[in-house]
């Protein structure tokens, strides 16, 4: 039947082409269409099969060629053309091979005044011209300006002809040869005067196609430099500015708003950034790095020629694809172990790090302040170092630290009633419009501030003016060799009787401690002054704040903004008032400007350009000997006006989206906030935008890839105060000083005839600074063989966290992690007495301190070296990787490996792990995967996360393994030490937009909540696993059923289920259904 319609078909096309009689072209035509107006395109395609289109295309020009055309004929012709030709990507060739394309066009030609037959000409043209090389072809043969001729000024009669002819005109400029054709004949003004005609008068919108074809026309010219450059020359900018105006909440003009923001774009000059070079200000000496050659004069070739500028639209989709391309497909790679990167006999110096697997406990306890030396303790006030063993707000002293009184972290409530299904309702902090005060509503039921929002605490004026102080409040790190200056007296007596006054007892915190540590950290730029909220301290506000509402078109404002500044300058100040790379002082204090300051731990702001009074625009610094990886920002803020909205646009920014346009803020700090007793971090900023912008960074020479584009990050801010002193940071800030603070205080609190914590040096960093090691557990019971044996055969979990500088959400992940397991919960005594935790809280701790983004002081990401590290280059992924090497050669590889990190474009928490099953399958690689054996347990702790933590998703967790991914930590650690459960764990800068904190954005209390979940979630895993004790068994069940009201039935079935089951099971049971088909 097939065969007898092939060749019924195949006659049609024959007698089509070979016969003179009209009738009977006329019915073939005729049943040709009936055939192809009906059904699918799969007709369509199988009548090109057959030849359909050289047919269609024969029969066209036999008839156009007589004498007299016979246009009866070659209408339908020209119809059938138009709808066959859509569907054959050869249709151009083809069409230029059989002479069609000149047929035509003399057609057009003949028929400019007839207004039908030059319609349908039109719809075969715009068919022809949909080929770029017969567009080309078009364009050599006089066919735009034949179509320049049909688009006339405004008109009401034939717009169907002038629309088709400016579509067809637009395909044709899709062809760079016919866009500069355009250029050389001055057909930008030309269109730029038609554009404006139709658009004048056509008030009711009803040839917006006409227009819309237009500005694409326009906008294919501008793709080309000359175009640009012949646009702007003839005040395009200008013209297209004005028109749209008075259109963007016009939504029946959508078409046209979009192509104007696209040209606008496309021919805005491209510039270099306000910087003498991009390389970073600050440099370190190590070996590999080259010095960067001296910054030269920046011409238009060193920019990117953008092929196809990114359509404007605030989109809604944040979604993050897998690269299908990335993953790792050879077998080979991903089951073969690797060998020792390192001579064997090397792995014995890590075992002076595992002490707690030779020593006695005796020798292991040591004396609470030995860490601290003798420069510390002149400034660390122990009346300060809270101990939880005491209600929240209150301290011991240091005779009862030294006496023994210590005692475990207290905690308020149990872990197990925060699980998610068991979890109280959690509190909303009620929207509120751009001018609010952020902290009014995250403390508005604090003592200090009576209903109508005014202060009545008993503050003193002096200190409260002193907030913007930049000496004062940012306290200078005293350097020995001035330790007994007369300035440094003044300023100690200063910070101490600002302490004395103000200062509220913080759990886990000591400014005098803080102060102490942050003299001994080594930065590059040898920082002298230390941020406030760093040394003051935080506390997590009350409630959640939610996400921002994104203001609809907020992202076009910008542009438009951007736009104006371009073409009316006249309003701009552009006057430099902050600079790391000017050696004289910029800001003038007298001066109604804002004063900025950055030179600290973890800050980062290289330049401030007041653009206009109230606004300015910012530039980050790159990584230490990088370029690259300018994202985060932490400065400090000062002289603002009160009620004032300031803008600010951070201009350098590298990542192509962000969190920001999805409902993420800013976090910022008060300093007078802080002095009345609200020392919190708060998110904040409204008409919050992330796009990109006009910088470009010149090519590296010549033949190298174009220049790489950036973005701007644009907020607005009302600051809480006048004359106040604020700091603005991309997410909460966590230093490496407050990391050394924060373990010593830890390592005070704890019992330490029950809990097992020592803290020790892993390296030194490349800057000089030590990575610390944590090991905690259980002290053994006692001291009797078996009681020591089962203290040494306690399986070990590793955890890391902070490789990457900016992902400060990580360093608070890790303090929950930390302070619940050695805290009194019976969840994390039964965690220590079953397991050894080492700890790596900052694997980056120069990039940490020095403001890096991603990098460390080589430039290079930390993450991406644990194939190969160097003990030199890379000490601490060098060492880690050991550490976790000797483990695995005494026979304790690691439960659990697991790396905290942040992410910037995804919501919620979620790990990442491996599995070559998923990855091969997800490739669709032809190898089979029925003969791989794979443990499927590597999913069990994220589905057991999922159902305990409220910001934890399985949806947004991913097991594959790509090729980018072959040197970080994750998989190496899953590859070379054979650890299943090697995870990074990846928590959001925003928030969550699932589950009991959908909606809300994360602050500190969510992310500390989110590591002693974590912690939990480890304690399921091996009730879950077969190898599980039938001791720990029975008093988890006796714990979660005292836990019974708040505990969500997922894990009372889990405990029914391990503890009637018998232990010659695999565990692990519910998993099965995970391995790959």
């Given amino acids: 039947m097939a065969e007898q319609e092939a060749s019924g078909l195949q006659v049609l096309l024959q007698t089509l082409q070979s016969s003179l009689d009209r009738e009977s072209i006329l019915a073939i035509l005729q049943l040709l269409g009936d055939l192809l107006s009906v059904g699918t395109d799969r007709r369509i395609r199988y009548m090109i099969s057959k030849g359909g289109s050289e047919a269609l295309l024969r029969t066209l020009v036999d008839t156009a060629r007589t004498a007299s055309p016979d246009y009866v004929i070659l209408l339908p012709l020209f119809r059938l ?32 005044c007839h207004s039908q037959n030059l319609l349908h000409c039109l719809w075969a043209l715009r068919v022809f011209a949909s080929s770029v090389t017969t567009g080309a072809m078009l364009g050599i043969n006089g066919a735009m300006e034949l179509l320049l001729k049909v688009i006339t ?50 008030t009711a919108h009803s040839f917006v196609p006409i227009r819309r074809a237009l500005l694409l026309c326009l906008k294919h010219i501008a793709k080309l430099r000359s175009g640009r450059e012949a646009f702007l020359a003839a005040q395009g900018m200008e013209i297209l500015f004005s028109i749209i105006q008075n259109c963007l909440d016009d939504q029946s003009l959508e078409p046209v708003i979009s192509i104007v923001l696209q040209i606008l774009r496309q021919c805005y000059p491209k510039s270099p950034l306000p910087l003498l070079t991009t390389s970073s200000t600050y440099s370190f000496p190590v070996p590999g790095i080259v010095t960067s050659e001296a910054p030269r004069v920046l011409t238009e070739e060193d920019y990117e020629d953008d092929s196809e500028e990114e359509e404007d639209k605030d989109s809604d989709s944040e979604d993050v694809k897998e690269e299908d391309d990335d993953l790792e497909t050879d077998v080979n790679k991903l089951s073969s172990k690797p060998g020792l990167d390192r001579p064997e006999e090397e792995l014995m110096q890590y075992k002076a790090m595992c002490l707690e697997l030779s020593c006695s406990f005796e020798e292991l306890e040591s004396k609470p302040g030995d860490d601290l030396n003798s420069d510390e303790t002149e400034y660390a006030n122990h009346h300060h170092i809270p101990t939880a063993a005491s209600p929240k707000g209150l301290f011991l002293n240091k005779d009862q630290i030294s006496g023994g009184q210590e005692k475990e972290v207290l905690v308020q409530n149990s872990l197990l009633s925060r699980v998610k299904m068991g979890r109280s309702s959690i509190h909303l902090t009620s929207k509120r419009g751009p001018g609010m005060n952020s902290y009014r509503n995250v403390h508005s039921n604090d003592p200090g501030i009576d209903s109508s929002g005014s202060d009545v605490s008993d503050i003193q004026a002096s200190f409260l003016e002193d907030a913007g102080d930049m000496d004062a409040i940012s306290c200078p790190r005293i350097s020995a060799s001035f330790s007994n200056s007369t300035k440094t007296r003044e300023t100690a007596e200063f910070i101490d009787q600002l302490l004395q006054t103000h200062l509220k007892p913080m759990v886990f915190h000591d400014p005098y401690l803080y102060m102490a540590k942050a003299r001994r950290t080594r930065s590059v730029a040898d920082f002298t002054m230390m941020a406030f909220p760093d040394f003051w301290g935080h506390c997590p506000p009350l409630s959640a704040q939610p996400m921002l509402q994104r203001k609809c078109g907020v992202q076009r404002i910008k542009i438009l903004e951007d736009v104006r500044r371009l073409i009316q300058p006249s309003d701009i100040i552009n006057k430099v008032v902050f600079s790391l790379d000017e050696p004289w002082p910029l800001q003038d204090t007298a001066s109604d400007c804002l004063q900025f300051f950055s030179a600290f731990e973890s800050g980062n702001l290289r330049k401030a350009i007041q653009v206009r009074e109230f606004e300015y625009d910012l530039l980050v610094n790159a990584d230490v000997n990088s370029t690259q990886h300018q994202q985060w920002f932490y400065f400090k803020v000062s002289g603002m006006r009160a009620a004032v909205p300031y803008r600010f646009n951070i201009i350098n920014c590298e990542k192509p989206n962000s969190q920001f346009n999805y409902g993420m803020q800013l976090t910022l700090y008060s300093v007078k906030e802080a002095l009345l007793g609200r020392p919190t971090w708060v998110r904040t900023g409204y008409d919050i935008c992330y796009y990109k912008n006009h ?49 010593d205080i830890l390592g005070k609190s704890v019992n330490r005839k029950q809990v097992y914590f020592r803290q020790e040096v892993l390296c030194q960093t490349l800057g000089g600074n030590s990575c610390p090691l944590v090991t905690i557990t259980a002290m053994p019971e006692s001291d009797r063989a078996d009681h020591l044996e089962q203290f040494r055969q306690r399986p070990y979990q590793v955890i890391t966290a902070r490789v990457h500088p900016g992902e400060s959400n990580a360093s608070w992940v890790m303090k929950g992690t930390l302070e619940f397991l050695v805290s009194s919960d019976p969840v994390a005594r039964l965690l220590r007495e079953n397991f050894i935790f080492k700890i790596i809280p900052m694997l980056n701790p120069d990039g940490v301190i020095n403001g890096n983004h991603r990098c460390s002081l080589r430039g290079e990401d930390l993450n991406r070296q644990w194939l190969s590290p160097s003990a030199h280059l890379q000490p601490t992924i060098y060492h880690a990787k050991g550490l976790l090497h000797y483990l695995g050669s005494i026979g304790r590889r690691p439960t659990v490996f697991c790396d905290f990190h942040g992410h910037s474009q995804k919501k919620n928490v979620f790990l990442y792990g491996c599995s070559i099953k998923e990855t091969l399958w997800q490739a669709e690689a032809t190898v089979g995967t029925s003969n791989l054996s794979e443990d499927v347990s590597y999913r069990t702790l994220p589905k057991i996360l999922d159902k305990l933590a409220p910001a934890f998703t399985m949806s947004s967790c991913s097991f594959l393994v790509e090729k980018s991914r072959a040197s970080t930590a994750r998989v190496v650690v899953w590859r070379e030490m054979g650890v299943s459960r090697s995870y990074t764990m990846e928590s959001s800068y925003c928030g969550c937009n699932q589950g009991p904190y959908q909606g809300l954005q994360f602050g500190t209390g969510e992310l500390e909540e989110m590591g002693a979940m974590f912690c939990l979630g480890l304690l399921v895993l091996e009730l879950k696993s077969g190898s599980c004790s039938h001791q720990l068994l029975t008093r988890a069940a006796a714990l979660l059923n005292a836990e019974e009201e708040s505990l969500d039935f997922y894990l009372q079935r889990i405990l029914w289920r391990e503890t009637n089951s018998s232990h010659d099971d695999d565990g692990d049971s519910d998993d099965s259904k995970y391995s790959c088909q």
């Fill in 695 to 743: 910088y470009r960074q010149r090519t590296a020479g010549a033949g190298a890839a174009s220049g790489k584009c950036y973005y701007t990050l644009t907020f607005a801010v009302i600051f809480p105060h006048a004359e106040d002193a604020c700091y603005l940071a991309y997410h909460y800030p966590y230093t490496y000083s407050a990391l050394m603070t924060h373990l």
């Fill in 153 to 202: 000024p405004y008109t009401q009669k034939h717009t169907q002809v002038i629309r088709t002819a400016a579509e067809v005109l637009a395909a044709l400029l899709k062809s760079k040869s016919n866009s500069r054709r355009a250029v050389n004949r001055s057909y930008v003004p030309r269109l730029l005067r038609l554009h404006q005609d139709w658009h004048s008068h056509d």
């Fill in 81 to 112: 053309l138009a709808k066959v030709g859509l569907r054959d990507k050869k249709f151009g060739q083809k069409a230029l091979e059989l002479e069609a394309l000149d047929v035509t066009l003399i057609l057009a030609r003949k028929n400019l």
